[in-house]
C-alpha cells in the first residue's frame, strides 16, 4: 500500500510540474502576445495633439491636449456649427457678397474664397467656400448674415458671441474666440481636446459631413447682372486623398498658430477624431496626424 500511495504521488507530482510548467509557458505567450499587440506611444512634432474614439470618447491619444493655444482656421468649424445650428435654417437662401468681406481679406492677407462682389451665393455654396479653400470672405458673409444687429459689426460681434455661447454648451472650459475666421486679435484659443469635441459635435450634422469630405467642388453662382458663374474650389485638407477612410476635417495656419489640423477618419466601422496644433509645417502636421491616427486605430 505504501509503494501505491508513493508512485500516486510521484505522478501527481509530476502531473502537477507539466501542468505549471504549461501555465508558464502559455502566460509568457500570452504575455509577450499583448505586449505586442500594444504598439509604442509615437512621438509627434506638434506642440499639442489629442485623439480620440468618435463613438465612444475614449482618449487613445494625448500630447499637452488641455494646453491654450491659437488655432487658425480650425476656427472656422465653430463657424459652420453655429450657422448649421440657426432655427429654420434655409441652405439655399442667397447672400449678396459685399465689398467689405473682400477689402477684408486684402486688409489681413487672408486665405480666400475669391468671392466677387455683388455675386448671389448660397448658404450652402458660402459653408463650401468656407471649409475647402478656407475663405474667409465666406466666413465674414455667413457672420454678418447670422449675427444680429442694425450694423455690420454689431452683426458679426453677435455672431462671434454665439460661437463663444456653443462652445460653452459643449462644456469648453479653454475655449474662446474674438474672430469668426481666426485672425483673431489675442485671445482666439483653443485645446486639442477642445477642438476635436467641437469637430466631433459638428460631425454630426449631415451637412457638416457633406462639405468637410468633399475634395473640390464647382458651384454655379448668380452673378450681379443675373448671369451666373462657376466658382471652383479644392479642399486644403490632402489628407482627404492620402489617408485611407478619411472624412475631413479642417487646416489651419498662421504667424502664431503654426500648422494645425482636425481630422477624422472611418475604419472598419470605427471613427476616430483628432486634432494636432503647432506642428512644424502643412507637411510634418500631415506626418503628424498619420503617425497619432495609426496608432488609434490600432488600440
Known sequence: MKIGIKGISRASATATV????GAVLA?????ATAQAATPPTPTIAAKGGYVMNNGTAKTLFTKAADTRRSTGSTTKIMTAKVVLAQKNLNLDSKVTIQKAYSDYIVDK???SAHLIVGD???VRQLLYGLMLPSGCDAAYALADKFGTGTSRSARVKSFIGKMNASAKSLGLKNTHFDSFDGIGNGSNYSTP???TKIASSAMKNSTFRSVVKTKSTKQKVTTKSGGYRYMSWSNTNTMLSSYSGAIGVKTGSGPTAKYCLVFAATRNGKTVIGTVLASTSATTRTADMKKIMDYSFKK
Do not use: C, E, I, P
Not at 27 to 31: E, H, K, L, Q, W
Open 18 to 21: 507539466a501542468l505549471t510548467a
Open 109 to 111: 492677407g487672408a486665405s
Open 27 to 31: 502566460g509568457s505567450v500570452f504575455a
Open 120 to 122: 448671389k451665393v448660397t
Open 193 to 195: 481636446r477642445d477642438l
